[in-house]
Nanobody, 115 residues
Framework: QVQFVESGGGLVQPGGSLRLSCAPSKSTFLIYAIGWYRQAPGKEREFVASITHTRVTNYADSVKGRFTISREYAKNTVALQMNNVKPEDTAVYYC?????????WGQGTQVTVSS
């Protein structure tokens, strides 16, 4: 069972940038496709972006062109670069295997976009 630790969240102004990081409990998690997900208060958890072990990426329409998911092999992590953030990006962000079927969720990291 691989566990994930998310970090990098915080308060950012609209139009600003933030970089999130996903660290695994086992380095072998990088053989899997990894995704970022988010959940806003009162909303269902939703898909944000994913990246396969061959670096094929997918993005939700809501973040396409603004967010970039990448593998940081030297650090054994998966990052989510968030640019031009919007208030609607406010949520707890989680990383996990993609797809998430049969997977558990970590604590996530809070991202708040506000002026």
């Amino acid at each position: 069972q691989v566990q994930f630790v998310e970090s990098g969240g915080g308060l950012v102004q609209p139009g600003g940038s933030l970089r999130l990081s996903c660290a695994p409990s086992k380095s072998t998690f990088l053989i899997y496709a990894i995704g970022w997900y988010r959940q806003a208060p009162g909303k269902e958890r939703e898909f944000v972006a994913s990246i396969t072990h061959t670096r094929v990426t997918n993005y939700a329409d809501s973040v396409k062109g603004r967010f970039t998911i990448s593998r940081e092999y030297a650090k054994n992590t998966v990052a989510l670069q968030m640019n031009n953030v919007k208030p609607e990006d406010t949520a707890v962000y989680y990383c996990n295997k993609a797809p998430t079927t049969g997977s558990s969720w970590g604590q996530g990291t809070q991202v708040t976009v506000s002026s």
